[in-house]
């Protein structure tokens, strides 16, 4: 994480999007139609979802950072937050490198390119569940680069486990935020996880697992109410209507 080899570690981190980049201009070459599960951003329906998400998102990881709290663990604090932003030059320096470092480089690759693609053979749980395992598996590197937040961790320990498994619910929210306003909604919700977890220095095993239980527990709610919504808007009309059979 130093200079000068901090430099092809930022660009890796845009791995995604430059993968998104390549695709959409090997697609447009050969004039392809855009996936059919592709969402894209109306501002008079849409943009409403983009700061509702975000609170969503802040709020998972308060909220479990003050059950922990309550059930005896690690005690909800600013200090690792305030270090952290006076490390970086300041908030907006702080604003700027948690919205870059992570949903803008990682979005546009995850959530606007692989996922619709998923989409087309898989439902929205299967294509955000098979999302979040690789979306663990690429992050695995960062557990062997002295300075990140995983290193810190280490691979081999429940705070690196607890890590691991808590992208996968990740990939459940990003990708219902996706479904809901585009790529705007699923960096918000990137970037509210993200950030709220880097203010409150969430780095206890105990914080990290009721982390992942919150998010697992909103994004189930979400998907299933999502689905519901869906059914109820088919209003009388059985989308599996049963064969009539007529005795002759």
């Given at each position: 994480?130093?200079?000068?080899?901090?430099?092809?570690?930022l660009?890796a981190g845009?791995?995604p999007?430059?993968?998104?980049?390549?695709?959409?201009?090997?697609?447009?070459?050969r004039r392809?139609?855009?996936p059919a599960?592709?969402?894209?951003?109306?501002?008079s329906?849409?943009?409403?979802?983009?700061?509702?998400l975000?609170v969503?998102?802040?709020?998972?990881v308060?909220?479990?950072?003050?059950l922990?709290?309550?059930?005896?663990?690690s005690a909800v604090?600013?200090?690792a937050?305030q270090?952290?932003?006076?490390t970086v030059g300041?908030?907006?320096?702080?604003?700027?490198?948690?919205?870059?470092?992570?949903?803008?480089?990682?979005?546009p690759?995850?959530?606007?390119t692989?996922?619709?693609?998923l989409r087309?053979?898989?439902?929205?749980?299967?294509a955000?569940?098979?999302?979040?395992?690789?979306?663990?598996v690429w992050?695995?590197?960062?557990?062997?680069?002295?300075?990140?937040?995983?290193?810190g961790?280490?691979?081999?320990?429940?705070?690196g486990?607890?890590?691991?498994i808590s992208?996968?619910p990740?990939?459940?929210?990003?990708?219902?935020?996706?479904?809901?306003a585009?790529?705007?909604?699923?960096?918000?919700?990137?970037?509210?996880?993200?950030?709220?977890?880097?203010?409150?220095?969430?780095?206890?095993?105990?914080?990290?697992?009721?982390?992942?239980?919150?998010q697992?527990i909103?994004?189930l709610?979400?998907?299933?109410?999502?689905?519901?919504?869906?059914?109820?808007?088919?209003?009388d009309?059985?989308?599996h209507?049963?064969?009539?059979?007529?005795?002759s």
């Amino acid at each position: 994480m130093s200079f000068p080899t901090v430099i092809p570690h930022l660009l890796a981190g845009f791995g995604p999007t430059v993968g998104a980049i390549v695709i959409r201009a090997r697609r447009a070459r050969r004039r392809q139609p855009v996936p059919a599960h592709t969402v894209r951003l109306r501002l008079s329906t849409r943009l409403f979802w983009v700061p509702l998400l975000l609170v969503v998102a802040s709020a998972t990881v308060l909220g479990a950072a003050l059950l922990a709290q309550f059930l005896g663990g690690s005690a909800v604090s600013l200090t690792a937050g305030q270090n952290l932003i006076s490390t970086v030059g300041g908030p907006v320096a702080f604003f700027v490198s948690m919205l870059i470092a992570g949903p803008l480089s990682e979005e546009p690759g995850w959530r606007g390119t692989a996922y619709p693609r998923l989409r087309a053979s898989l439902s929205r749980f299967q294509a955000g569940l098979l999302l979040g395992v690789v979306w663990a598996v690429w992050h695995l590197p960062l557990f062997f680069v002295p300075g990140t937040v995983q290193a810190g961790f280490g691979l081999f320990s429940w705070s690196g486990l607890l890590f691991s498994i808590s992208v996968i619910p990740m990939a459940l929210l990003t990708g219902y935020a996706y479904e809901r306003a585009g790529v705007a909604a699923s960096i918000a919700v990137h970037f509210g996880v993200n950030a709220t977890m880097a203010l409150l220095g969430v780095s206890s095993p105990m914080t990290l697992a009721f982390v992942v239980a919150v998010q697992v527990i909103v994004a189930l709610a979400l998907l299933t109410w999502q689905r519901e919504r869906r059914v109820d808007s088919l209003g009388d009309v059985d989308p599996h209507p049963r064969r009539i059979v007529t005795n002759s």
